[in-house]
């Protein structure tokens, strides 16, 4: 079965999200800016939501990250939670 180890950074609106993403390119650090700026619990381990499977989280994180290329980050991706940055850090099929 597919596995996939991903880390995202949870945020209320899509222009939040943007700006962030146009950190990352610039080159800040993916982790920092979830430590300081993500909703999520995750938010403490720099976004890391470690390993899942197919169907484990939302279909929206299904659909980005079983297809994304690893390590580029992907979004803004929203959710009934709020506006993501994906970035998939390695994927076993």
């Keep these: 079965m597919a596995k996939v180890t991903a880390r995202h950074i949870l945020v209320a609106n899509e222009e939040e999200c943007n700006v962030l ?3 990352i390119e610039g080159g800040a650090d993916f982790a920092e800016l979830a430590k300081e700026h ?19 989280m939302v279909p929206e994180f299904d659909e980005v ?20 940055l994906l970035e998939v850090t390695s994927r076993e099929d």
């Design 38 to 56: 993500s909703s999520c619990s995750s938010a403490q381990q720099g976004g890391d939501l470690g390993e899942f499977g197919p169907g484990q």
């Design 65 to 84: 990250v079983f297809s994304a290329e690893i390590g580029e980050v992907q979004g803004p991706v929203q959710t009934q939670f709020g506006f993501h």
């Design 21 to 23: 993403k146009a950190q």
